[in-house]
């Protein structure tokens, strides 16, 4: 699988969630992309599974796992280990999430 560019990743998530999106409002860490959406306020960030951050899902559209502050997200600086918690707590819950419907990771 070919590494795709912030900016082709906003397309493919734009076309996904039916919105233009500039390539500066989406993060990508672990298996999680971060989007400071436009539409929320500024203190929310919508966050959408990505395993292992390959973003090339085969999804034709997609809807957030969750939402979280923007102090736990990724947006704001010099917090890494607040965002490595955050990380951990999602994959978590989408994991049992998964495990739930009999589905696989």
């Known amino acids: 699988m070919k590494k795709l560019t912030m900016k082709q990743i906003a397309i493919s998530f734009g076309e996904r969630i039916g919105q ?11 298996n999680w992309l971060f989007h400071k959406s436009p539409y929320l306020t500024n203190s929310q960030i919508d966050c959408y ?3 292992n ?10 809807e957030p796992w969750d939402g979280i502050d923007i102090d736990k997200s990724p ?17 978590k819950a989408y994991e049992r999430y998964i ?5 696989e990771l």
């Open 20 to 30: 233009d999106v500039e390539p500066s409002r989406l993060i990508l860490r672990g």
């Open 49 to 51: 599974w990505a395993k």
């Open 53 to 62: 951050a390959q973003y090339d899902s085969g999804c034709i559209s997609m």
């Open 75 to 91: 947006f704001t600086p010099h917090n890494e280990q607040i965002v490595f918690e955050t990380l951990k707590k999602l994959d």
């Open 99 to 103: 495990e739930s419907i009999g589905g």
